[in-house]
């Protein structure tokens, strides 16, 4: 009996020692600092008494533990992607500006430089009727790109007054300018046919208080229908054209002998242009509408019963005088411009339904005269 009391008492000292062994092993893991708890109390403390608390903060500073976060990290595969992207985003961009430009550009010249005669434009039916082109090919090679360029065209029997900004054509306009003029093919008055005429000009204004009183550079050109049916082409500012050196010559001539003659012109001045259209060989023409054109202004009339005119005419000739201020919006009509004159009608082919001449002029208030057939 004693031994088994005995081997028990020991067995509790053995267990007793071990537990003993075990909690000293745990608390010498653990890393208590005993300031730790001072401050904690001393807080406290202080907060009971009212007093200013203290400020732990130096207590514990994450970034003595975690440092490596705090550091920027450099990943060069998104730096890649990124700046590749960027690349894709800036091509586009380019590429839709370009693009962007070229519609403007095709816009410009197709649409900009696409006129239609007043005529055809009056006309209530003209999305149902047939149109013929004219194409006019402008040499700009040694025209300066600033200013406007006034065109002034008369085709089987309808008129063009259009202004074109130099300074608005495209890049690829340079040297050489295509205008398209369109007419309707036929109208009441006349039907286009070969080798009826026509006549287009283009006046060149860089600067209208300094070309105010002065001959205009300028082009114009007479040529017949070459087609019915496809696409008319007339040329201006031809380096061959001696229309404005002519008109120049005879301009700087009157300057001269204005001045030696002390003869002064006025800026109220009439320029009157009588248009005379013999029919003896046409004396059954019913209509006819007759249009005289200078410095880039136009007037017509149409005369609805030539035969009445006849009746009354001693040499079967009809006569129309045209007056034109002198005063335009392009500058004072200068003796020496250059004045055309068109006739048109059925009645006249053959062998043309429209004929156009075209005179300098020379004198001011008094009639100058252009037979037109």
Known sequence: ?????????????IFIFILTLFVFHIFNDLDLDSQYFVNIIAAENAGNDGKERIDLNYIFDSSEYFEEDNIPQTNTNNINYLNKNNQVIKQQLEEQVYHQVKKEEASSNNKKYEFTSKESNDNKNKDKLDYVTFKTVLNLENIEKNGLLRLVGYINGQ??????????LAPSTVNKLDVKLKVLKDTQLVSLDTPDEFLVCAYHLKDLEKEYNSI???????????????????????????????????????????????????????????????????????????????????QTEMIQDVQKE????????????????????MGNIQIGDLFSACVTSDDLNPPEGQECEKRLVKKFNSANSLPAR
């Open 159 to 168: 008129s063009f007054k259009e202004d074109i900004q130099l300074s608005e």
């Open 310 to 329: 006849l009746a009354k005419s001693n040499d079967d000739t009809i006569t129309r005088t045209f007056t034109f201020d002198r005063k335009t919006d």
């Open 1 to 13: 009996m004693f031994s088994i009391v005995n081997n028990r008492f020991t067995f509790q000292l």
């Open 216 to 298: 205009l550079n300028y082009d114009c050109n007479e040529a017949d229908v070459q087609s019915s049916d496809g696409t008319n082409t007339i040329r201006l500012f031809k380096p061959s054209s001696m229309k404005y050196s002519n008109s120049k010559a005879f301009y700087d001539e009157q300057q001269q002998n204005s001045g030696m003659n002390g003869t002064i012109d006025n800026e109220d001045d009439k320029v009157l242009i009588k248009v005379i259209s013999p029919l003896s060989d046409r004396k059954n023409t019913k209509e006819l509408k007759i249009a005289a054109m200078v410095r880039g202004q136009i």
